[in-house]
């Protein structure tokens, strides 16, 4: 109990910093709209439709936490944590649509360039870097928790290398009048996206497919259960997860025929597993030597 509280308290942790984060995003998209229109600047409309993605993206995971809250009933026997990997995904794929558009919109400023308000579009680029690492500040410790906060994170980086680059570009039309540097560093930060949008889309695809989570190693989580004294074989082992940070294990494991401690050993494998490789929910199964799996009879078997 203590733990699935504590679990809880993290949970509700993030939510907060998502929701300090999106309403700052918010305000400061709104803030580069309007900055957008009295400079003239492209790049900083741009950037804006980069924010938006990310209020978009913070909105989405929030809504996937207050998802995952609902508990389990018969038709979810694992209740709905897993919608929190479904909008990993919907932002991992947002952001790869968002950085082909700032390709394509590196690609149209230097066929057609604009007239830049270089100071004002300074300034509002500044702001904007204030508010994207006070966001990354928040969110940071909590990215390596949960894959949807990642995505959130994500998101947030990007666009904090979008003010950076706005930033460069404004203080070098300010300099030389040289407006192609504009497109250069937004097809820069185009391409710096793409392959940690990758990552994300391949870490939430992996629970998805019920991949075994990162980090674990079947190879070393088998030699564990072998090395439990009693434990002659297994067999059938999974190792998957549901969510971020919730593992999940089921195993048949073979035991001597004359064995009469195979509670002592369930117990022991139980605890081995769950120390080593932090897995919560363990689905053992005891055979004796010589049971056929395929035959239905009723091993010692328990759930944890």
Known sequence: MSSGHSHGQVRAGHEKKLLL???????????????????????????????????AALAISLLAFQIAKRPADRNRTFGYARFEILASAFNAILLFFVAIYILYEAYQ?????????????????????????????????ASGESLNVKG???????????????????????????????????????LWVLPRTWVLLRESMNVLLEGVPSGIEVQKVEQTILDVPGVVAIHDLHVWSVTSGKNVLSVHVVIPESASNGQQILTEVTESVSKAFEIGHCTIQLEHEGFHSNEHNDPDHEHH
């Open 152 to 190: 959130a994170y994500l998101e947030v980086w990007s666009d904090m290398l979008g003010s950076l680059g706005v930033i460069l570009a404004a203080v070098v039309i300010w300099l030389t009048g040289w407006g192609w540097v504009d497109s250069l560093v937004a097809a820069g930060i185009g």
């Open 109 to 141: 400023r230097l066929v057609e360039p604009a007239a830049i308000q270089s100071i004002g579009m300074l300034v509002i680029a500044i702001l904007g870097l204030i508010v994207n690492l006070i966001s990354m500040r928040m969110l940071g410790a």
């Open 21 to 55: 984060a999106l309403l700052l995003t918010t305000g400061f998209m709104i803030a580069e709209v309007i900055g957008a229109w009295v400079t003239g600047s492209l790049a900083l409309l741009s950037d804006a439709a980069h924010m938006f993605t990310d209020s």
